[in-house]
């Protein structure tokens, strides 16, 4: 309970007549001191019988419009509030939680609710910049009567959980079906040097004599030579195409969100196993980055650093707005708030990128030339069909245990199909991990009727290139989006995609 | 307990209630007027004038102000009728203050107890010395607020935690066995 201005000027008052008493010496002027106590005492007590009946018929709700939602999104919450008719004014304050910004005025995030009033209700658009699990605090209820005021937190405190805007749920598979990409011990039908003993054999005219045990030859009086099981390792070249065709899709799951979440699994695999690994990046005008194999520490982190930064190559795409970027990793957020958003005329900037790219002398120029300069470099230009030509560029070096793994997408098949036998020309397994265009596309509810049928023509195009000798094709997208499709026609449903595919 | 039989005594003020303060001021303007004739029909308006103005605790002091200035101004003693009359008609105006709503049995009791409290404590002290009878009585109005507002607090629940729980992770009863060594 706290004293309000008004009732400080009483308390004042109430101090001046009894100085008045003393000033007059008359004992009279301190009725008027008695009086205004007992006057504050009488308005304290009955402050206190209204705050204690409003707390007991106040409920105070806060309810979000959707409690689970990604970063950057917007939602609702709506205050409500019900009471008896109360001679108390009331200010609601929501108890929204510190990692949310409130899209309106600061006024308008409060109710108000009037003398008499029987409660009220406000609705507050919310933005959630920062992913986590945020709890509202409960709501703080400002009373006053005119003279005292005082504060009550009442009511629930929901959660409202925020995801980072990734993958959520990765498919990979085929025809709907998952399949796990993540290896495990590697097999051979050789044997030889190692640590393993894996079997006896007697002696053969060759056999080199150092590996003779002649403790099993003493006990079993003939000549054996015994075999271990050889240290095997598995190099794995991923290959990730990150061209502008890469950036379909909502923020945070294009295709290339999904095709880096796999290839960081094939890193992390890699590593458990202590497989070389290498990284062959491919943009739009040919190979961005290119890592040989190694097994060191810091080559994993080198490629994981890499495919986090990895953003699609220089392109525009239509849909949730144009994305400019350059090739390799770009260390620009993917919003950045008045990047990219200034209304500069086309021709100025045309103009500015021309002096920039020429290394002008304006302030511009020199300011922004080195980092641009810097961010321009392709390692290999090729000019038609980078994927297979930068493809190319790696068969030459590779042994036939190596594994390349394929990270792209579907929309242009019969360039992947070239560049999957380029691939396999040294012999070597493949790996292909598409991301069908036909479950990142924005569609009409009309054009969804479909998609059943792209997706039955990708999976036979999947198995086409499943077929090939050497070569595993897997599917990789939104599992959610994936059962959609699947789930579009509702006749076909009894017939699955790989069955529809396989009696065609 | 019904919520709504609760409240349903507690109407927001009304202007009829505010007839209780005019029956008083027209109390005391009338003893005003006996006791000190034109003087004291000049402090009966200018009373009433503060009250209309700035409200009942501004009309009380303004009005002792002009009771004492009479009292000197006409030689009138302190011991006449007319003069606790006035007294009275500033106690029914603070009452009518407060019963602008109707007033639950308590609330008027603390009223009453309170006026008749402090009238009492003047009356004990102001023998001896104004000045120590205003001191007291200043302070004893304090004590009263003060005591109101740590009950309203208690009753309330709104005392914080952290002033009686323990502040570091030693002042916790060792004795109680954690979920870990008692699973």
């Given at each position: 309970?706290r ?22 010496s008359?004992?009279?002027?301190l009725?008027a001191?008695?009086l205004?106590g007992?006057?504050?005492?009488a308005h ?15 409920s ?9 939602l ?6 609702t ?9 109360s ?39 919310l933005e959630?910049?920062?992913?986590g ?9 400002l ?7 005082e504060e009550?937190d009442?009511g629930?405190t ?33 044997s ?6 894996a ?14 045990d ?10 054996h ?12 070249t991923?290959?990730?195409?990150h ?11 294009t ?12 890193v ?7 497989d ?24 994993y ?5 890499y ?11 239509s ?18 708030p008045?990047?990219?958003q200034?209304?500069?005329a086309?021709?100025?900037?045309r ?11 304006s302030a511009f ?7 641009y ?6 390692r290999?230009?090729i ?14 070096r ?5 594994l390349?793994?394929l990270?792209t ?10 560049a999957?036998?380029v691939?396999r020309?040294?012999g ?8 069908p265009s036909?479950l ?10 479909e ?6 023509a990708f ?9 090939l ?7 990789v ?6 059962a959609?499709?699947l ?11 790989s ?6 | 307990?019904?919520n ?12 009829e209630?505010?007839?209780?303060e005019?029956?008083?001021l027209?109390g ?10 034109a003087?004291?029909?000049v ?17 009380v ?6 009771l004492v200035?009479?009292?000197?101004a006409?030689g009138?003693?302190t ?22 709503r ?8 603390v ?30 109005i304090?004590?009263a607020?003060?005591?109101v ?5 208690v009753?309330?629940?709104l ?6 729980s323990p ?16 699973p």
């Amino acid at each position: 309970m706290r004293p309000t201005r008004q009732l400080w000027g009483i308390g004042l008052l109430t101090l001046s007549t009894a100085a008045l008493a003393v000033v007059f010496s008359h004992p009279l002027m301190l009725g008027a001191t008695a009086l205004l106590g007992t006057w504050i005492l009488a308005h304290q007590y009955r402050f206190y019988r209204d705050l204690d009946r409003m707390r007991r018929t106040l409920s105070v709700e806060q309810t979000p419009d959707r409690t689970g939602l990604r970063t950057g999104e917007t939602t609702t919450v709506t205050v409500r509030t019900t009471l008896e008719p109360s001679p108390l004014s009331l200010t609601v304050v929501p108890g929204l939680p510190t990692a949310t910004v409130a899209q309106s005025e600061s006024r308008s995030t409060t109710l108000e609710v009037d003398p008499g009033s029987t409660g009220g209700s406000t609705t507050i658009p919310l933005e959630c910049p920062v992913a986590g699990r945020h709890q509202f605090d409960q709501a703080t209820v400002l009373a006053t009567d005119g003279w005292f005021r005082e504060e009550l937190d009442i009511g629930p405190t929901p959660t409202l959980t925020v995801d980072a805007r990734a993958p959520r749920e990765v498919h990979v598979g085929s025809g709907g079906d998952p399949v796990s990409v993540v290896q495990g011990q590697h097999t051979t039908s050789h044997s030889g040097s190692g640590l393993t003993p894996a079997e006896l054999r007697e002696y053969v005219p060759g056999d080199n004599i150092d590996r003779i045990d002649w403790k099993a030859t003493a006990r079993l009086a003939t000549v054996h030579i015994r075999e271990y099981e050889p240290e095997t390792d598995q190099p794995t070249t991923i290959v990730v195409d990150h061209r502008a065709a890469l950036d379909a899709g909502p923020d945070g799951e294009t295709k290339l969100d999904y095709v880096r979440d796999v290839a960081l699994s094939m890193v992390v695999s890699a590593r458990r196993l202590g497989d070389p690994v290498g990284l062959l990046a491919v943009g739009n005008d040919g190979i961005t980055e290119r890592m040989d194999h190694a097994t060191e520490p810091a080559q994993y982190r080198r490629i994981r650093q890499y495919l986090f930064d990895l953003e699609p190559t220089l392109g525009s795409r239509s849909g949730n707005g144009t994305r400019n970027s350059t090739s390799g990793p770009s260390r620009q957020p993917a919003h950045t708030p008045g990047v990219g958003q200034n209304d500069i005329a086309p021709t100025t900037a045309r103009v500015a990128l021309r002096e920039l790219e020429s290394g002008g002398h304006s302030a511009f120029s020199r300011t922004l030339g080195p980092f641009y300069r810097h961010r321009q470099t392709y390692r290999t230009d090729i000019e038609s069909e980078p994927l297979r030509g930068a493809i190319r560029t790696v068969v030459r070096r590779r042994n036939r245990r190596a594994l390349m793994v394929l990270c792209t997408d579907d929309s242009d098949r019969v360039a992947l199909t070239e560049a999957v036998h380029v691939a396999r020309t040294g012999g070597s397994r493949v790996l292909v991990l598409i991301t069908p265009s036909v479950l990142f596309d924005a569609e009409s509810p009309a054009a969804l009727e479909e998609s059943f049928d792209r997706y039955v023509a990708f999976e036979e195009f999947r198995r086409k290139l499943d077929r090939l000798e050497g070569v595993t094709a897997l599917e990789v997208g939104p599992r959610e989006q994936l059962a959609t499709v699947l789930a579009t026609d509702h006749s076909r449903s009894s017939v699955s995609p790989s069955r529809g595919v396989s009696d065609g | 307990m019904d919520n709504h039989s609760l409240v349903a005594d507690l109407p927001i003020e009304t202007a009829e209630y505010r007839w209780v303060e005019i029956g008083a001021l027209l109390g005391l303007s009338l003893c005003f007027w006996l006791a000190f004739g034109a003087v004291g029909v000049v402090a009966g308006v200018l009373t009433a004038g503060v009250w209309s103005l700035f409200g009942v605790p501004y009309a009380v002091a303004v009005g002792h102000v002009a009771l004492v200035s009479s009292l000197a101004a006409t030689g009138v003693g302190t011991m006449t009728l007319a003069v606790w009359g006035v007294e009275v008609g500033f106690g029914g105006l603070v009452l009518g203050s407060v019963a602008r709503r109707p007033a639950p049995v308590t609330l008027t009791v603390v009223t009453a107890a309170s006026t008749l409290a402090l009238a009492g404590l003047v009356w004990a002290v102001q023998s001896r010395s104004v000045t120590v009878a205003a001191g007291v009585t200043v302070v004893v109005i304090a004590l009263a607020c003060y005591s109101v507002h740590r009950y309203q607090l208690v009753a309330l629940g709104l005392v914080s935690e952290t002033e009686n729980s323990p502040r570091s992770e030693t002042d916790y009863d060792e004795s109680v066995s954690s979920p870990r060594e008692n699973p």
